[in-house]
């Protein structure tokens, strides 16, 4: 299993790479791990003593958990409102008040788009661009 982002290494290799001799790069290539993760292990051991990883941080809950169905259901309803529409609705409507940054990933995470559609039928189809010449071979003239 590979190591994911997120996640510590293990105490033995952690063990391991601190025990090692050599420098960072030198020891980062031998067991697998980057030089920046020897560089820093070895600061934290040397400044606090500590060798163990640290505990894990706690993540920040999203503002909109709890409110997806409504949202689905808004989107659904107005299939024109923007974001900023969006975002007025959740503040009078549910008391959540959230950026526009917040609400565009909720939305993507969701599954839902607010994609404009045409406003009307092209008259014709047109190709409205060239396509590039190939190097080397002159390009004609339409």
Known sequence: MAWQRGRAYSADLRERVLAAEGSARTVAARFGVSVSYVVKARQRRDR???TAALKARQTQQRRLAGHEHALREE?????????????????????????????????????LTLKKGPSAQPNRIVRTWRQPALPGVPHKAV
């Open 48 to 50: 606090t003593g500590e």
């Open 75 to 111: 989107v659904a309803r107005r299939l024109d409102a923007t974001l900023a529409e969006l975002r007025a609705w959740l503040q009078s409507e549910r008391g959540v008040q959230v950026g526009i940054t917040a609400l565009w990933r909720e939305l993507k995470r969701l599954g």
